[in-house]
């Protein structure tokens, strides 16, 4: 089912509650470093936001560990995309590399990276994506990696395609790559999205707008780096991921630092 | 001296409706094998503010073994059948319907056992924690400093229900309600 609001009053949803957090940092409250899970004009939050605070608590022993993933986990060959069927995956061959820290800047090594990703026409291998374009049958979409001692990771892949959701409207999602993290405490557990330099559909995704400050909403996008670029093979893009913790909150200047 | 902090966190984003071909394995849910001595089974329903099963939600487990260790060991996501490794992960069905088979943990440093719960769906913008605690333990309950930070109105929602021993294997029910009345609790780690 499709709702039927417009691009345009989705747009005003998402300024108002923009501005709203806008005054409240101007006021001297914190800017929002994560996306409220409770935004309106991503309509399926509506029913699926707590309405309880969460509790703060302390993490215990069991909170401040990991799985412990690792090489008996996942192939080296699953970080590229791009030779997991016998022929070459259409669309722009891609390089995305970076690495993983905390919050401290400090590497999370050995640990479980998972990408998932439309193809280059925006279609998703899954039985429940509808979207009429084309299914390419040297492109399933899914990475894995272990980062290494220095928290790096790359992925050889597809650039994939923007493509239609039924939020509202006309609803087009930016172009993105789904990334699942781990770090060294299960408390540093990360899913989102990565997305590309300059895309066009950025002010009109409730998804990524539901992150209210645009400084943060800006660590979700990729650089373009021409030096990770291969010639006459491929184009490569770098993305840092910061992971909670221990000290990446936004109050922290009175800690000491070593 | 201070100085500002220059590694901001990277934002959530929602797990999506499609990501059934990337993050669900085999053997995923199965923390041990069922034919294990102790094995249990954890399950229950993800419901949305309506009351309406979530279909598209998926949960991880992460836990202590039986003595209360945490694994250190590798093969989570590559079963052997032999090794615990303390990781699960497990889509819901159609139904919102999800299931664990694991052991139940030791008690870590004479605490109240549980299991930690992490909830994707989509809708949901950034993932939630919560812990499932099991309903044998009042008296660590008491003490429990998570659950004590709890009212004590909402604590229940953070207990098993046990309901019964199918095929001889204990079984315990953790519903999970995003939204609405008995809405989960869920934790905020991030100190």
């Known amino acids: 089912m499709t709702d039927t609001t417009t691009q345009a009053e989705i747009n005003d949803e998402m300024r108002a509650i923009e501005a709203e957090a806008r005054a409240q940092v101007d006021d001297g409250g914190a800017p929002e470093l994560q996306p409220r ?3 309106p004009p991503y309509r399926s939050s509506i029913l699926r936001h707590p309405t309880h605070e969460l509790v703060r608590v302390d993490p215990e022993e069991v909170e401040l560990v990991s799985p412990a993933f690792g090489h008996t986990d996942v192939n ?59 299914l390419d049958p040297n492109f399933t979409g899914v990475g894995r990696v272990i980062t290494g001692d220095n928290g790096e990771y790359s992925f050889t892949t597809i650039k994939p395609g923007p493509y239609p959701w039924r939020n509202h409207l006309n609803a087009w999602r930016p172009t993105h790559i789904h990334f699942s993290l781990f770090g060294t405490a299960f408390t540093q557990r990360l899913i989102t999205q990565m997305y590309f ?25 990729g650089a373009y780096d021409h030096d990770l670029s291969v010639p006459e093979w491929s184009l490569g893009y770098r993305w840092d991921i910061v992971l909670t913790g221990p000290h990446a909150t936004w109050m922290e200047s009175e800690e000491a630092h070593d | ?25 085999d053997k995923g849910p199965e923390l041990v094998p069922g034919h294990h001595p102790h094995a249990i089974r954890l399950h229950g329903t993800v419901t949305d503010g309506a009351g309406d099963p979530v279909p598209d939600a998926i949960l991880e487990l992460w836990q202590a073994n039986e003595t209360g260790a945490i694994s250190r060991e590798q093969g989570a996501l590559d079963r052997d059948g032999f090794i615990f490794t303390g990781f699960g992960r497990a889509a819901v069905n159609q139904a919102g319907h999800f299931t664990f088979t694991t052991v139940k943990p030791g008690s ?23 812990r499932a605690y099991f309903p044998e333990d009042t008296d660590l309950h008491r003490e429990d400093t998570v659950l004590r930070a ?36 869920f934790l905020d780690f991030d100190a």
Request: charged share 20%; proline share 9%; glycine share 10%.
């Open chain 2, 150 to 185: 709890v009212p004590a109105a909402r604590r229940a929602t953070l207990v098993c229900v046990a309901d019964g021993t199918p095929g001889g294997t204990p079984s315990y029910r953790f519903d999970v309600r995003l939204q609405g009345a008995n809405e989960t609790v």
């Open chain 2, 108 to 130: 870590v440093g004479g605490t109240a056992p549980y299991l930690v719960i992490t909830v994707f769906a989509r809708g949901l913008i950034q993932h939630l924690f919560t």
């Open chain 1, 76 to 134: 080296v060959l699953e970080s590229d995309l791009t030779i997991q069927h016998s022929g070459e995956p259409l669309g722009e061959r891609i390089t995305v590399s970076g690495r993983v820290l905390d919050g401290e800047g400090r590497p999370v090594r050995h640990q479980l990276v998972e990408v998932w990703q439309a193809n280059a026409g925006g279609r998703y291998v899954h039985k429940r994506d509808q979207h009429p374009a084309p």
């Open chain 1, 197 to 221: 330099p300059g895309d066009p559909l950025f002010a009109l995704d409730p998804i990524y707008q539901s992150i209210t400050d645009p400084a943060a909403r800006a660590r979700l996008v």
């Open chain 2, 1 to 25: 001296m201070t100085e500002p902090t220059e590694f901001m966190q990277t934002p959530a984003q929602t797990v999506g409706p499609f990501y059934g071909f990337a993050l669900p394995y």
């Open chain 1, 37 to 39: 899970r409770n935004y």
